[in-house]
């Protein structure tokens, strides 16, 4: 059994984004908005722990969906033990990027907590008796709440490309006003859901679902909805 307690909101925005079609792996080319995997990294870059996993439930677009094209120098190669140091101006490799430019989202997703007996991949804690007695969701609500409020991170989260500083703040709905999302309607057709760290911890297989924009808001459904496909 999981527990499903309060639902979180995060206004972000940034310079630039990319969120990487799968399909188009030579030259980076950009979804359209956010992907629910991305919105998912952001709040584990605030706060994650082996007892939770963050739902992404719903996705607000609150600016105009602005496309940019980027050259960028890359390195055609990886550097290891066994193949030595690279030489860069014999790897370099200039290659196109359509990214989106001035975006800005708000996020929702709750807080799901995982009963013990039900984590898996997790290693074992020196003080595992203690935090367990402790444990329960209240706790965690807390704890991603003082953190987000005080913009505190354990990594700099990113929007879809870690050069694609995001900004965040946490938003509190019953006491300001929102801006409202853009007046657009949209289907974006199939879009990245996220992995399926659960199948495979190593190797995960992707998950997509088809992405519909009403007025700015994309509603996301749960993984063990059927409109996920596998």
């Known amino acids: 059994m999981e527990y499903h307690d309060k639902e979180f909101c995060l206004e972000v925005w940034g310079d630039y984004a990319c969120f990487t079609r ?10 359209d908005v956010i992907t ?5 990294a952001i709040f584990e870059a605030i706060f994650w722990k082996p007892a939770i996993r963050w739902e992404v439930t719903k996705i607000e677009v609150l600016n105009p969906i602005k496309w940019c094209n980027i050259r960028r120098n890359e390195v055609g190669a990886v ?5 030595g140091s690279i030489y860069i101006e014999d790897k370099r490799q200039q290659k196109n990027s359509l990214m989106l430019k001035d975006v800005r989202y708000r996020l929702w997703a709750k807080l799901v ?16 008796t203690n935090e367990r007695q402790n444990e329960n969701p209240g706790k965690y609500n807390a704890m991603f709440e003082r953190r987000a409020s005080k913009g505190q991170c354990f990594n700099q989260p990113y929007l879809g490309t870690r050069e694609c500083v995001a900004n965040f ?3 509190n709905p019953a006491n ?7 007046l657009d309607n949209h289907d974006f057709g199939i879009m990245l859901y996220d992995m399926d760290f659960e199948t495979d911890l190593k190797n995960p297989p992707a998950m997509f ?3 519909k924009m009403e007025n700015g808001v994309i509603i996301v459904p749960p993984r063990n909805n059927e409109e996920v496909l596998r």
Not at 79 to 83: E, I, M, R, T
Not at 117 to 128: G, T
Not at 176 to 182: D, G, V
């Open 169 to 171: 703040r946490l938003v």
């Open 209 to 211: 679902y088809r992405a």
């Open 36 to 40: 629910p995997s991305a919105a998912r």
């Open 79 to 83: 550097g290891n033990l066994k193949s």
């Open 113 to 128: 907590f995982i009963r013990k007996e039900l984590r898996k991949n997790e290693e074992p804690s020196l003080f595992d």
């Open 22 to 31: 799968p399909e188009l792996k030579v030259e980076r080319v950009s979804y």
């Open 176 to 182: 300001e006003k929102l801006q409202l999302s853009i």
